[in-house]
């Protein structure tokens, strides 16, 4: 019979599940889910929709890993993994020699260096907003009453992008009230905001020596904002790319990883 | 049965209870914030020490925002928020309460304790801890600190007196050397959170009760060593401020998750071991030299940087650590200044480095995160194998 793997990564604001084919070199399913406050029912959905998405059934799953800060919550799971090295085999699923990943999330934002997937360093945000998706969703979605999806397109029509002098994201708030009230563009200040994010995020890994070596590629869901990448790119001076499945890689990886159990185990 | 270390942990935990009988029947009892005010003079002094570390919970800090800023670390709004919240254990009937200053996060309890009524004594502390005028400054106020346990005691602290409590406290030094030595083993018989702990309860206990509980815990570690174990846990060093008393989560859960912590370099709430008080010569002069000079030099100490990273260096050698942990309180920016500056040379060593923060909120948002960063510093620090 063919066995499949299983990766459910349970993030703060999304939980999202992959199948793998039995050598692990294709996605057969996936599934994006909000995460809800029963963290393992979150798990649950995301991997009954992947198991459906596949067009398998869940018998057939031999191993599930669990990723992500609800993966100890997640009952069903036969092997747990803390989800930056789940990200380093994951985006190596995805873009082969990647040495840098910024994975920007709801919660969190990391820059991970690593080789032949394998982390080697890496910092992620500690105790604040600012840097992560969630600053640049209460900032600019909400202030601006526009669709999330709708952002990048916008940013990518600034000519002026605004300066943020808070990274608090309290006071950035106010800045951006005034803002707007001043006349500023939606467009300069989705951008500004997009820049502002994004400065946070190079501060805090270079503070820690990440040398955002090449290549680099932009992960999680902040990654689905089209003028994220670029943005990046500028602010770096170096090509930052993205891949088509942004949010994936953390459940891609910890399903590479519940094969390596799986085949340990069998042996 | 409870174990040797179960039971030293009982001597502390009933200590505050010990030292309350002692007031009561006139013995004086002073508290200590920091580590510059030699806990051997007060001893000689016939009074009672007590250790203002705790840390580790959200609440003190948050009641402590009445009388401070937020922007203080937890560690030392903890101590004023204990004693805000009545709380603290001791320091609601101690005689005095000695501030090490050594910045302004410390100078601030120092402060706030005077404002509420506290019999206080601020002991300063200057940073140019290799100049001779700061040497003398700091030998001053601590002369000016022994005068004030004379006066509150009506003891004359003779030098005879400080000479025998320097004896005992080398005793505890020693006790914790031996312990320290059995962590160098490929598998040590004892993990840095208990270590650590170890350290706290000497600091609560007299000098005699610590060197008897550490002593048996000695023995008793021995019976479990097995020299020929192997362990492919990677060892950690911990550098940081302070592992607050009580403070042990973050340290629990990386040697949770699968690590431990082998040796540390603690700037405060720690009883420093490494290097005896010097016995022959001035005794007072003596313990001002073991804690300002012979010591490791703290993190606000010019020049210190540099100085600490090759310290740090050679521990890691001595104790074959496979990377370090850097333990940051939040808002304590001069040591996330020191981190940056690690972060770079331990970059160019090729030391494996990462930090965590703390605010001592503990809560399942926050540990989510912090269990991430845990795990994968673990998981890196093993090779990123799985």
Known sequence: MVAYFAGVDI??????????????TKIVGSSVVDTMFDRNESGEEALSRA?????????????????????????????????V??????????????????????????????????????????????????????????LLKIPMEELGPLALQSTDPIRLSSVCTIFAESEIVSLLSQGSSPADICKGILMSTEKRIIQLARQSSLEFYEPIVLTGGFARNCAAASTFSELLGKEVSTIDYPQLPAAVGVAVIAKHKYDKDSR | MKTPI?????????????????HKEGAKVVCYVGNYAPTELIYAAGAKPYPMWRG?????????????????????????????????????????????????????????????????????????WQSASDFAYYKNKVELFKAKLEEITGNK????????????????????????????????PIDG????????????????????????????????????ATSDKPRVMLIGRAVGIGDYVVTTALEKSDAVIVTEMLDEAFFRFQKDVEVEGDPSDNLCKNLYIDSVPIDNFQ????????????????????????????????????????????????????????????????????????????????????
Request: hydrophobic share 35%; with cysteine; aromatic share 8%.
């Open chain 1, 11 to 24: 993030g703060s604001t999304t939980s999202k599940a992959v199948i793998l084919n039995e050598s692990c």
């Open chain 1, 51 to 83: 198991v459906e998405a596949a067009g398998i059934s869940r018998e057939e799953v031999a191993y599930v890993g669990a990723t992500g800060y609800g993966r100890r919550s997640f009952l069903a799971a036969d092997v747990v993994s803390p989800e």
């Open chain 1, 85 to 142: 090295i789940c990200h380093g085999t994951g985006t190596e699923f995805f873009a082969p020699g990647v040495r840098t990943i910024i994975d920007v999330g709801g919660q969190d934002s990391k820059v991970i260096e690593c080789r032949n997937g394998s982390v080697e360093r890496f910092e992620m945000n500690d105790k604040c907003a600012a840097g992560t998706g969630r600053f640049f969703e209460v900032l600019s979605s909400r």
């Open chain 2, 6 to 22: 179960e039971e030293f942990a009982e001597l502390a935990r009933t200590r505050p209870t010990v030292l309350r009988e002692a």
């Open chain 2, 56 to 128: 580790g919970e959200p609440e003190p800090p948050d009641a402590s925002l009445e009388e401070t800023l937020r922007f203080l670390n937890p560690l030392h709004r903890t101590a004023i928020g204990l004693h805000m919240m009545g709380l603290d254990p001791v320091s609601s009937f101690a005689d005095l309460v000695v501030v090490s200053i050594t910045d302004c996060h410390i100078a601030r309890i120092a402060e706030v304790f005077e404002d509420r009524g506290l019999p206080t004594c601020k002991l300063g502390v200057p940073s140019e």
């Open chain 2, 157 to 188: 602290i003779t030098d005879e007196a400080i000479l025998e409590q320097i004896e005992a406290s080398n005793k505890v030094r020693a006790a914790l050397r031996k312990i320290d030595e059995l962590r160098k083993l490929p598998v040590p």
């Open chain 2, 193 to 228: 959170t208990t270590f650590i702990k170890l350290n706290h309860y000497a600091t609560q206990c007299e000098p005699a009760e610590a060197v008897e509980s550490l002593e048996r815990i000695y023995s008793w570690l021995l019976e479990q060593v097995d020299e020929n």
């Open chain 2, 303 to 386: 020049p210190s940087w540099g100085l600490r990273y090759d310290i740090a260096k050679e521990k890691m050698a001595e104790y074959n650590v496979d990377g370090v942990l850097w333990y940051q309180l939040l808002y304590d920016e001069i040591y996330d200044m020191e981190y940056c500056c690690y972060a770079k040379k331990a970059s160019r060593d090729g030391i494996l480095f990462t930090n965590v923060q703390t605010s001592y909120e503990y809560t399942r948002e926050a540990m989510g995160p912090l269990m991430t960063k845990l795990e994968t510093m673990v998981e890196a620090f093993k090779g990123g194998k799985y």
